[in-house]
T-cell receptor
Framework: RKEVEQDPGPFNVPEGATVAFNCTYS??????FFWYRQDCRKEPKLLMS???SGNEDGRFTAQLNRASQYISLLIRDSKLSDSATYLC??????????FGTGTRLLVSP | GAVVSQHPSRVICKSGTSVKIECRSL??????MFWYRQFPKQSLMLMATSNEGSKATYEQGVEKDKFLINHASLTLSTLTVTSAHPEDSSFYIC?????????????FGPGTRLTVT
């Protein structure tokens, strides 16, 4: 089993739609969690950290469920510029980040 | 967020030659930097952890004599791919850690696309 698993997609949605991605992790000792965004042939950029209480940043909401070991990212009112690959990233407790393979989002006009 | 630069952004070299990639933290000091490699349609894979003033820690399966890492200052880490082969062609990305303990964040450089012919 992979340490971090994501549905690769692609998720094809129209502008204005709401879309959600899930990610599961296998190491129950994982300490911190992040969503990164990666555009084609570019480096990953930190989108948001994920806290136990859940957190929101504008149109983006991240949730963590430690009992079920999954993380979610909700994007509301999708924009064309949201098209990218979204990487679920977990700090497994060994001071190293483990990356999922990413979920590709395509927002169309 | 913190700014990390990488140079060069793209390099083409011949098989058997060596290539050096630089990673700099521009507005902060980074005691720890990380080097990743990403093949097309795959996730980032950690190659090594670079600590300022000490030897790098390599992940399993990464040859330390082939991928030389030097972290000589708090703002600069270098990765040298020695005797490069076509299978080393990949996207190499460095990142620097900001913060301590479990709450740290990592910021990535723009990456270096290496093509070995």
């Amino acid at each position: 089993r992979k340490e971090v698993e994501q549905d690769p997609g692609p998720f094809n949605v129209p502008e204005g739609a709401t879309v959600a991605f899930n990610c599961t992790y296998s190491n129950s000792a994982s300490q911190s969690f992040f969503w990164y965004r990666q555009d084609c042939r570019k480096e990953p950029k930190l989108l948001m950290s994920v806290y136990s209480s859940g957190n929101e940043d504008g149109r983006f909401t991240a949730q963590l469920n430690r009992a079920s070991q999954y993380i979610s990212l909700l994007i509301r009112d999708s924009k064309l510029s949201d098209s990218a690959t979204y990487l679920c990233v977990v700090n497994t407790g060994f001071q190293k980040l483990v990356f999922g393979t990413g979920t590709r989002l395509l927002v169309s006009p | 967020g913190a700014v990390v630069s990488q140079h060069p952004s793209r390099v083409i070299c011949k098989s058997g030659t060596s290539v050096k990639i630089e990673c700099r933290s521009l507005d902060f000091q980074a005691t720890t930097m990380f080097w990743y490699r990403q093949f097309p349609k795959q996730s980032l894979m950690l190659m090594a952890t670079s600590n300022e003033g000490s030897k790098a820690t390599y992940e399993q399966g990464v040859e330390k004599d082939k991928f030389l890492i030097n972290h000589a200052s708090l703002t600069l880490s270098t990765l040298t791919v020695t005797s490069a082969h076509p299978e080393d062609s990949s996207f190499y990305i460095c990142s620097a850690r900001v913060g301590q303990g479990a709450g740290y964040e990592q910021y990535f450089g723009p990456g270096t696309r290496l093509t070995v012919t």
